[in-house]
């Protein structure tokens, strides 16, 4: 056996060797796209059953949470893209979002809130 390395290496110079991507990233990408999608169908079927069942306070607040459902899925998608192109293009970086459910939890806040005071101004006007 020779004592030299397999691959002779002139001092100071890289190599550059392909780094296989496990498609478990690319799944776990695409779970996290359909949890959000879960999200978005949840909070627009509430929407859908305050805009069906409600007054004219359940019909603002349906349009509340109708917006907040859309921006959560425009958020999923652009996420998503942008992951997906992360990987594809071996990205070192974290793949994590801190602003963005941070704004849309702020989003969902908000339209509870406006509901709720919708709800306690419209019953008292009505005593």
């Known amino acids: 056996m020779s004592s030299q390395p397999l691959l002779q290496v002139p001092p100071g110079k890289r190599i550059a060797l392909p780094v296989r991507v496990e498609p478990k990233v690319f799944f776990a990408n695409e779970r996290t796209f359909l949890s959000w999608l879960n999200f978005a169908v949840v909070l627009g079927a509430l929407a859908i059953g305050l805009l069906n069942f409600g007054d004219s306070v359940g ?21 998503f893209h942008w992951r997906a192109k992360s990987i594809r293009q071996r990205g070192q970086g974290g793949f994590d979002d801190r602003l963005g459910p941070s704004i849309l939890a702020v989003a969902l806040l908000a339209a509870v809130v406006v509901n709720f005071v919708l709800r306690l101004t419209k019953g008292a006007s009505d005593s």
């Open 59 to 79: 019909r603002i607040s349906a349009g509340l949470f109708t917006l907040v459902a859309m921006a959560t899925m425009i958020y999923a998608l652009v996420t």
